[in-house]
């Protein structure tokens, strides 16, 4: 879960939603030293109600992932504890119009 911030009616909102929604970390044994899939854990996981499936790259056996990637997932979500982050609706290159502060009624 991730902070977020919106300014609402003048109001500071802070709610929180999902950082990856829709997945499921899972540290586990999955293949054997041969490289194949396991049984019992694939089939528990893949039977699990709500699973549609275990991502891999094209319909292959699941490899796992890069300590480099875990570790890159572990510090987004520590630093989206620590810190609010803005609840942004709008896209790059937007004009936006700036309601509140010292540069009210200014567009950008």
């Known amino acids: 879960m991730e902070k977020v911030v919106e300014v609402r009616n003048?109001?500071?909102t802070v709610s929180t939603r999902k950082l990856w929604p829709g997945y499921v970390f899972i540290d586990m044994a999955l293949l054997d030293d041969n490289g194949?899939?396991?049984?019992?854990?694939?089939?528990?996981?893949?039977?699990?109600?709500?699973?549609?499936?275990?991502?891999?790259?094209?319909?292959?056996?699941?490899?796992?992932?890069?300590?480099?990637?875990?570790?890159?997932?572990?510090?987004?979500?520590s630093a989206s504890e620590e810190h609010e982050k803005p609840k942004v609706s709008f896209d790059v290159g937007e004009t936006v119009?700036?309601?509140?502060?010292?540069?009210?009624?200014?567009s950008g």
């Not at 499936?53 to 890159?72: D, F, R």
């Not at 119009?97 to 200014?106: A, D, E, V, Y």
């Open 97 to 106: 119009k700036i309601n509140n502060g010292p540069f009210l009624n200014f």
């Open 10 to 12: 003048q109001k500071k």
């Open 36 to 77: 194949q899939i396991i049984d019992k854990p694939w089939y528990f996981i893949n039977e699990t109600p709500g699973v549609i499936s275990i991502a891999a790259a094209g319909g292959q056996a699941p490899t796992p992932t890069p300590a480099e990637e875990v570790e890159a997932i572990k510090s987004q979500i």
